[in-house]
């Protein structure tokens, strides 16, 4: 079965500082890959998505950005962190194959910024 | 812009059925219709999904409406684990295109 890993559960950082949250599935090949923001009392934001290595969609413009080194591996960084930035991230993966592939999410990293 | 439409609030007692209902008027003929439902402090979690068939699965019943303009979430007997936030969502074109909007809120009573 699949399962999708995400690190760490919470962190607390200084505005300013860089930030690497990382994300990993397993059990599956080329799946799609997501990063989601949910901000205090808001709905979900996609921010990011990602078809293949290397290739990566941004839907929102901001500070932050999205790396897919390998197949299975997400990584959400940021060089300098804002206090806007706060919020519970999420990432999700999917089977390939366009909008009847439900999406299946992590347990999410709540980042708080000091 | 989640281009659906669900009340914000609901209640339900434990052991009863719940209908949750969603607004989608604008949906074109390539969206499919997904329900997800959130967990205080935990991320979304897939319930169900359809075209245009009624479809049940071992979590819940999705009936869409023939003229898709609407669909309805049914939880046969609502446990007090059911207690979530649950989205409807068009969900069609562009890959990675899944839009949450702020869902209804479902609180189960003892």
């Known amino acids: 079965s699949q399962t999708i890993h995400q690190w760490p559960a919470t962190l607390v950082q200084p505005v300013g500082s860089p930030l690497s949250l990382e994300c990993t599935v397993e059990?599956?090949?080329?799946?799609?890959l997501y990063w989601y923001r949910q901000a205090a009392g808001r709905g979900l934001q996609l921010l990011f998505y990602?078809?293949?290595?290397?290739?990566i969609s941004s839907e929102v413009p901001q500070n932050l950005s999205a790396s897919r080194p390998q197949d299975r591996q997400f990584i959400l960084s940021s060089k300098k962190l804002l206090l806007s930035d706060s919020g519970f991230y999420l990432c999700?993966?999917?089977?390939?194959?366009?909008?009847?592939?439900?999406?299946?999410f992590g347990d999410g990293t709540r980042l708080s910024i000091l | 812009d989640a281009k659906t439409t669900q009340p914000n609030s609901m209640e339900s007692n434990e052991e009863e059925p719940v209908h949750l209902p969603c607004n989608h008027s604008?949906?074109?003929?390539?969206?499919?219709i997904h329900w997800y439902r959130q967990l205080p402090s935990q991320g979304p979690e897939y319930v169900i999904h359809?075209?245009?068939s009624n479809v049940n699965n071992r979590m819940a019943s999705l009936a869409i409406a023939e003229d898709r303009k609407s669909s309805t979430l049914i939880l046969h007997r609502a446990t007090l684990r059911d207690a979530a936030v649950y989205y409807c969502?068009?969900?069609?074109?562009?890959?990675?295109?899944?839009?949450f909007g702020k869902g209804t809120k479902l609180s189960v009573k003892p």
């Open positions: 990602s078809v293949g290595i290397g290739q």
């Open positions: 999700a993966w999917s089977h390939a194959g366009g909008p009847y592939q439900p999406q299946h």
């Open positions: 604008t949906i074109s003929g390539t969206d499919y």
């Open positions: 359809g075209l245009t």
């Open positions: 059990g599956t090949s080329n799946p799609n």
């Open positions: 969502i068009r969900w069609g074109g562009s890959q990675g295109n899944l839009i």
